[in-house]
């Protein structure tokens, strides 16, 4: 059991984590979780500060705070530490201690030992997991927000007041407003002038076409079922990743959006698809397959729902992947208690419709988070079923390795849950230049054309922001 001297408290008055990130958003190795759009799923916003511990699995190497760690593995590293520092959660909070980060498309392509003959667009950890000391966690349906510490970095009563006197501080000074009458906090960024915007894709349209057309001759031979197809951008654009943050977050509300800033490169996301969920050992994971733009008007808008509702491509599509997410759950879950609780629900997004499924189950008594995350990833969805076959398809067909899209970002705890997104809708910042993927599934039914005009669909919102 691992001690500590946790203290929570709500903040009175209420002031979203949103606001809050302000004060912290340039503090070293803050990152910020964000349910912009406040549903169902997207029901907290976590802010972690106060780092004291940090795993980065970076090609062979692998480091423990900075130093080199050649005694254990990254897995083995994290199975121990989860292992000797289990800390319950007796409260309604999703995280109280534990860690937040990501993990790339290529870590789990590495992970299922699936050869890569491609080249990275833009190199950075495969994997970054930080332990946070410090959490400050907003129910963005109650309308509530709690200060957390645990007392790791120094006294715990001492962090919690440090906390309050800046957060009270900023509210005294006008940096942000416990009133929703008065200008947000958010705003400041949609005045500004547009910034020009330069997109560089590495594929043709040609060559996109003709790459999905290569994929779809692999399904008729037999080879797979499904496989997601990839294009990547290059965007020059001299807006401040935080700015990009900040519009997007406001125009495109996600329910598992975030920022974080890794000093070299910053990622800043929107997504919305959960890839992993499990709390009190329940396991869920919501897969997406299947998209349409929404309408200029409301006529439109209800056709290109009901098109994607009805469409009989898009639900072949999805269920393929709920077969493939039913397997790997299967893998480490309760005999029997693996079940579809959702199927071809419509979602709807600022700039998209999705069509959405949920599968849930229980993980085995003598499984951990680390245990889950093997067996399921890379997700289904944006690899493709079988998932080895057409993870050396996609290798194959994609120009480029497609490094963090396509991962995830997400947390995980101390008392064994988790929460992980797919990283869609996200752009990557580096050396001055963003980088976004976009891609779709792809059957034997696909056509060129719209899949093509599909991936210029899902870039839409961060081409926007980046202006």
């Given at each position: 059991m691992y001690n500590n001297q946790r203290i929570i408290k709500e903040l009175k008055p209420y002031i979203p984590a949103a606001d809050i990130f302000r004060i912290y958003e340039k503090e070293a190795g803050c990152a910020f979780l964000d349910s912009s759009l406040v549903n169902d799923l997207g029901r907290y916003s976590i802010i972690g500060r106060a780092p004291y511990l940090k795993l980065v699995k970076d090609g062979d190497a692998f480091t423990v705070n900075g130093k080199p760690e050649t005694g254990k593995t990254f897995e083995d590293y994290m199975r121990e530490y989860l292992n000797t520092h289990e800390d319950k959660n007796e409260c309604p909070l999703p995280i109280v201690s534990g860690a937040i980060g990501y993990f790339s498309y290529d870590y789990g392509r590495e992970q299922m030992g699936v050869p890569t003959g491609e080249k990275d667009l833009v190199t950075i950890p495969e994997a970054v997991l930080t332990f946070y000391d410090c959490f400050i966690v907003e129910d963005c349906r109650e309308k509530r927000t709690y200060l957390v510490t645990n007392g790791i970095t120094g006294n715990a009563p001492e962090l919690i007041r440090s906390m309050e006197k800046e957060i009270q501080e900023n509210v005294k000074f006008g940096k942000i407003s416990v009133s929703e009458a008065e200008k947000k906090i958010t705003d400041p960024v949609s005045h500004r002038e547009k910034f020009k915007i330069q997109v560089h894709p590495n594929f043709e349209k040609e060559e996109y076409k003709q790459a999905v057309d290569r994929m779809i001759r692999y399904i008729i031979e037999g080879d797979i079922y499904i496989a997601n197809m990839t294009q990547q951008l290059t965007i020059e654009s001299e807006k401040q990743p935080l700015d990009v943050f900040y519009d997007l977050r406001k125009n495109n509300p996600s329910p598992f959006g975030g920022y974080m800033d890794f000093g070299d490169y910053q990622i800043i996301c929107a997504s919305p698809e959960r890839f992993l969920k499990m709390k009190d050992r329940h396991v869920n994971t919501r897969p997406i397959k299947g998209t349409r733009k929404r309408?200029?008007?409301?006529?439109?808008?209800?056709?290109?729902?009901?098109?994607?509702?009805?469409?009989?491509?898009?639900?072949?599509?999805?269920?393929?992947?709920?077969?493939?997410?039913?397997?790997?759950?299967?893998?480490?879950?309760?005999?029997?208690?693996?079940?579809?609780?959702?199927?071809?629900?419509?979602?709807?997004?600022?700039?998209?419709?999705?069509?959405?499924?949920?599968?849930?189950?229980?993980?085995?008594?003598?499984?951990?988070?680390?245990?889950?995350?093997?067996?399921?990833?890379?997700?289904?969805?944006?690899?493709?079923?079988?998932?080895?076959?057409?993870?050396?398809?996609?290798?194959?067909?994609?120009?480029?390795?497609?490094?963090?899209?396509?991962?995830?970002?997400?947390?995980?705890?101390?008392?064994?849950?988790?929460?992980?997104?797919?990283?869609?809708?996200?752009?990557?910042?580096?050396?001055?230049?963003?980088?976004?993927?976009?891609?779709?599934?792809i059957t034997a039914e696909s056509d060129l054309e719209f899949e093509y005009e599909e991936t210029l669909q899902k870039a839409k919102a961060i081409l926007e922001a980046l202006q």
């Open positions: 309408g200029a008007t409301l006529e439109e808008d209800e056709m290109l729902r009901k098109e994607l509702e009805d469409s009989g491509k898009d639900k072949s599509e999805l269920l393929m992947i709920v077969d493939l997410e039913r397997n790997d759950l299967n893998r480490v879950c309760t005999p029997g208690s693996v079940k579809v609780t959702e199927l071809f629900t419509v979602e709807a997004y600022a700039t998209v419709f999705h069509l959405v499924s949920d599968i849930g189950g229980t993980l085995a008594d003598d499984k951990n988070v680390m245990d889950l995350l093997e067996a399921a990833f890379p997700g289904g969805s944006i690899t493709g079923a079988p998932k080895y076959r057409a993870m050396e398809i996609i290798d194959e067909l994609e120009h480029g390795k497609r490094n963090l899209y396509t991962g995830s970002i997400g947390y995980l705890t101390l008392d064994g849950s988790c929460d992980f997104n797919i990283v869609i809708r996200t752009a990557l910042h580096k050396e001055e230049k963003y980088h976004l993927g976009v891609g779709g599934g």
